[in-house]
């Protein structure tokens, strides 16, 4: 089955400089590929995701980037800011419309 | 989008007792997925649960100890059986539109076994 592999596990940055989270993984057959940002004590909530038939997109501050032959795919988050800080998690399918989640980057803005 | 009101939003419970966490969801959705997710830790799926099917569980975790209902298309519930502190957790239940979309999440359940 998929394994995925997230790094760092935690990220310390200065406001306003960028941010990078890297993930890889191992099955070729996985086509999506979504970040999940989960603030202290809620919910997962998607912030991008990226499928197969691009190699980057973005949103504002957040880009993602996707290398299918290398079979990794990394967050950018650009201008960082307070509220930033999180824990970020990626994932890849896992079959039957699973998902295989990365162990998880604590990224912390300082001010 | 889908909406799940997950209850309850936190328990203590004492060992080798029972908790049954329930997930309502907004719509009518295919599957349903309990994750338990330890303190610092990731997202583990536990199982996926089909309306009139059993749940399929992933490696290491067992019907006994975690079992599932699904009565219709918008609800579930997860028990988590004879529990030890090593039970203590977050829940989630979590939904999605379809494969290779979004998936959405129940607020948690937070338990702690004494």
């Known amino acids: 089955g998929e394994n995925v592999e997230q790094h760092p596990s935690t990220l310390s940055v200065q406001e306003g400089d960028s941010a990078v989270i890297k993930c890889t993984y191992s099955d070729s057959a996985s086509n999506y590929f979504p970040w999940y940002k989960q603030e202290l004590g809620k919910r997962p909530q998607l912030i991008i995701d990226i499928r197969s038939n691009v190699g980057e997109k973005k949103d504002q501050r957040i880009a993602v980037t996707l290398n299918k032959t290398a079979k990794h795919f990394s967050l950018h988050i650009t201008e960082t800011q307070p509220e930033d800080s999180a824990v970020y998690f990626c994932a890849a399918p896992g079959g039957a419309q699973k998902l295989v989640f990365g162990q998880g980057t604590r990224l912390t803005i300082n001010p | 989008s889908a909406v799940i009101s997950q209850k309850p939003s936190r328990d203590i419970c004492q060992r080798g007792t029972s908790l049954t966490i329930q997930c309502q969801v907004d719509s009518q959705v295919t599957m349903m997925f309990w994750y338990r997710q330890q303190p610092g830790q990731s997202l583990t799926l536990i199982a996926t649960?089909?309306?009139?099917?059993?749940?399929?569980?992933e490696s290491g975790f067992v019907i006994d100890k975690f079992p599932i209902s699904r009565p219709n298309l918008t609800f579930s519930t997860l028990t988590v059986s004879n529990m030890s502190p090593e039970d203590s957790s977050i829940y989630l239940c979590s939904v999605d539109l379809g494969a290779n979309t979004e998936a959405f999440f129940g607020q948690g359940t937070r338990l702690t076994v004494v």
């Open positions: 649960a089909n309306q009139g099917s059993e749940a399929t569980y």
